[in-house]
């Protein structure tokens, strides 16, 4: 630090100026973690999409394998060179969950995973190393864009394929009265009922807790910090209770008079809590008087959206399923086809722009993928999926006169999984079909048992789907775990 004095112009007052020459504190400090440690000689970058905008999960979209050893040492010495994070606990309010995976492969054999977050307060993650961040080093974050782009760099492929996924686990968590209600918003839990009593589990296994009995139906609220109920004698089937997830406390919620849920399917049975609420976990959806409205639980009084009465009158063959972000509405009317609108979504009554049109028959199914892109429909015997925003459609399989009783997406809006049985034969006779979006490829997933129906897609990382059984004398409520991703 140094001093130097001057005088004003303008009479005998003297300004002190003071010149501070501050350089970072050096990491790595002797004997320090290094984020990237050893003789890397491989790199593979992998960008991640971030969870905004829509409702889905991250995904994989572009890799690149680096070969080259002094590109590869200059990028690990970078990383490890940036100043270490300092202070409490920092707001990062931007960060969607967009990052780079780096994956440096050592000379023995070794693998050290690095995550470079885009948003939000970038940060650079090689635990138990101390973090850094992006901000102290304005050329690392172009290199490593510019080679995940570059020469050598492929598309990313999706992350499950029907043609090869597997299951890793079956648990049975209910086996007289069950039924698989929800994946919760992180996959960190899961809700289920057994005879009427309400659990909450932690999905990756311990101790189920009970929340309530008595309980008709459930679903988790946004973070899993609440549950949406609906008691098995409420007076009105819209007199719901939210129950505190850690504490168990509960009060009333009342849905408007005549209000229907509505979810992303259609046309497989009354959506129950969980399809209204897996939109976005934040609102409950439903139809009232030809309006769309959503409720937050959280706080029913204070945050409605309510749209205008674009809707259709209620009619035998009507189908109404609302996309993940609640954004935009698909509505099947026979004569009129597939028509999306826009929701308008905001707390006054607005909405309705035709967003697509398509004229087809005989539709008795709607889906909408997490993306809000693509709807899946079955139309006479066939399912087709419709991009809504390009208008492109194909058909993706055949249904061979089958009845659909379930139907999910994972969370990359890539594999749809449909519960198919035999028309007029029991649901307890259903198998689960997986079919890849693209058309390239479906086939049945073998499970220890028939009878899946309801199908709940974890909507975080996709590796649980709960699973309610149909018996000839009972339910049951199953989880099947599926293998683990990189991201």
């Given at each position: 630090?140094?001093?130097?004095?001057?005088?004003?112009?303008?009479?005998?007052?003297?300004?002190l100026?003071?010149?501070?020459?501050?350089?970072?504190?050096?990491?790595?400090?002797?004997?320090?973690?290094?984020?990237?440690?050893?003789?890397?000689?491989?790199?593979?970058?992998?960008?991640?999409?971030?969870?905004?905008?829509g409702?889905?999960?991250?995904?994989?979209?572009?890799?690149?394998?680096?070969?080259?050893?002094?590109?590869?040492?200059?990028?690990?010495?970078?990383?490890?060179?940036l100043p270490?994070?300092?202070?409490?606990?920092?707001?990062c309010?931007?960060?969607?969950?967009?990052?780079?995976?780096?994956?440096?492969?050592?000379a023995?054999?070794?693998?050290?995973?690095?995550?470079?977050?885009?948003?939000?307060?970038?940060?650079?993650?090689?635990?138990?190393?101390?973090?850094?961040?992006l901000?102290?080093?304005?050329?690392?974050?172009?290199?490593?864009?510019?080679?995940?782009?570059?020469?050598?760099?492929?598309?990313?492929?999706?992350?499950?394929?029907?043609?090869?996924?597997?299951?890793?686990?079956?648990r049975?968590?209910?086996?007289?009265?069950?039924?698989?209600?929800?994946?919760?918003q992180?996959?960190?839990?899961?809700?289920?009922?057994?005879?009427?009593?309400?659990?909450?589990?932690?999905?990756?296994?311990?101790?189920?807790?009970?929340?309530?009995?008595?309980?008709?139906?459930a679903?988790?609220?946004i973070?899993?910090?609440?549950?949406?109920?609906?008691?098995?004698?409420?007076?009105?089937?819209?007199?719901?209770?939210?129950?505190?997830?850690?504490?168990g406390?509960?009060?009333?919620l009342?849905?408007?008079?005549?209000?229907?849920?509505?979810?992303?399917?259609?046309?497989?049975?009354q959506?129950g809590?969980?399809?209204?609420?897996?939109?976005?976990?934040?609102?409950?959806?439903?139809?009232v008087d030809?309006?769309?409205?959503?409720?937050?639980?959280?706080?029913?009084?204070?945050?409605?959206?309510?749209?205008?009465?674009?809707?259709?009158?209620?009619?035998?063959?009507?189908?109404?399923?609302?996309?993940?972000?609640?954004?935009?509405?698909?509505?099947?009317?026979?004569?009129?086809g597939?028509?999306?609108?826009?929701c308008?979504?905001?707390?006054?009554?607005?909405g309705?722009?035709?967003?697509?049109?398509?004229?087809?028959?005989?539709?008795s199914?709607l889906?909408?993928?997490?993306?809000?892109?693509?709807?899946?429909?079955?139309?006479?015997?066939?399912?087709?999926?419709?991009?809504?925003?390009?208008?492109?459609?194909?058909?993706?399989?055949?249904?061979?006169?089958?009845?659909i009783?379930?139907?999910?997406?994972?969370?990359?809006?890539?594999?749809?999984?449909?519960?198919?049985?035999?028309?007029?034969?029991?649901?307890?006779?259903?198998?689960?079909?997986?079919?890849?979006?693209?058309?390239?490829?479906?086939?049945?997933?073998?499970?220890?048992?028939?009878?899946?129906?309801?199908?709940?897609?974890?909507?975080?990382?996709?590796?649980?789907?709960?699973?309610?059984?149909?018996?000839?004398?009972?339910?049951?409520?199953?989880?099947v775990?599926?293998?683990?991703?990189?991201a």
């Amino acid at each position: 630090m140094s001093l130097s004095f001057a005088s004003a112009t303008d009479g005998g007052t003297l300004i002190l100026y003071v010149a501070i020459d501050y350089t970072p504190p050096v990491y790595p400090a002797p004997g320090s973690i290094l984020r990237v440690p050893g003789m890397p000689v491989m790199l593979t970058i992998t960008q991640y999409s971030g969870m905004n905008p829509g409702f889905g999960a991250l995904r994989p979209l572009r890799t690149v394998t680096v070969g080259n050893r002094a590109t590869v040492a200059s990028l690990a010495d970078e990383i490890n060179r940036l100043p270490k994070l300092t202070g409490g606990p920092i707001s990062c309010p931007l960060d969607d969950g967009s990052h780079l995976t780096l994956r440096f492969g050592d000379a023995d054999g070794s693998h050290h995973v690095v995550t470079v977050n885009l948003r939000g307060c970038r940060l650079v993650v090689a635990a138990p190393a101390l973090a850094g961040w992006l901000f102290d080093d304005p050329k690392l974050l172009p290199r490593l864009i510019a080679l995940v782009n570059g020469a050598g760099s492929s598309r990313a492929r999706y992350v499950f394929d029907a043609r090869t996924l597997r299951i890793v686990l079956f648990r049975l968590f209910a086996a007289t009265g069950g039924r698989f209600l929800s994946t919760g918003q992180n996959g960190q839990h899961l809700l289920y009922l057994s005879s009427g009593t309400l659990l909450m589990a932690p999905a990756g296994g311990g101790r189920a807790r009970l929340l309530a009995r008595g309980i008709a139906d459930a679903s988790f609220a946004i973070d899993d910090l609440a549950v949406l109920a609906r008691p098995i004698h409420a007076l009105h089937r819209n007199d719901l209770l939210e129950i505190d997830t850690k504490t168990g406390r509960a009060h009333a919620l009342y849905l408007p008079v005549g209000a229907t849920l509505v979810g992303r399917n259609a046309g497989i049975g009354q959506p129950g809590l969980g399809d209204a609420m897996a939109c976005d976990l934040q609102y409950v959806w439903s139809v009232v008087d030809r309006r769309l409205a959503g409720i937050d639980p959280e706080r029913p009084n204070g945050d409605r959206s309510v749209t205008a009465a674009f809707l259709p009158p209620q009619a035998p063959s009507r189908l109404i399923a609302v996309s993940g972000t609640g954004d935009q509405i698909a509505v099947y009317r026979p004569g009129v086809g597939n028509t999306v609108r826009n929701c308008g979504f905001s707390r006054v009554s607005s909405g309705g722009r035709l967003v697509h049109r398509l004229h087809v028959g005989g539709v008795s199914f709607l889906s909408w993928a997490p993306d809000d892109t693509r709807l899946a429909f079955r139309s006479g015997d066939s399912v087709i999926i419709a991009n809504v925003t390009t208008g492109a459609i194909h058909s993706l399989l055949s249904l061979r006169g089958q009845t659909i009783h379930g139907a999910a997406w994972d969370p990359w809006s890539h594999v749809p999984a449909l519960s198919v049985g035999p028309t007029g034969a029991p649901a307890w006779q259903s198998h689960f079909e997986l079919i890849n979006a693209d058309g390239t490829g479906a086939r049945v997933l073998a499970l220890p048992f028939a009878g899946a129906t309801e199908l709940r897609w974890s909507a975080c990382r996709g590796q649980t789907i709960g699973i309610t059984r149909v018996m000839p004398h009972g339910t049951q409520a199953w989880v099947v775990s599926l293998p683990p991703n990189a991201a």
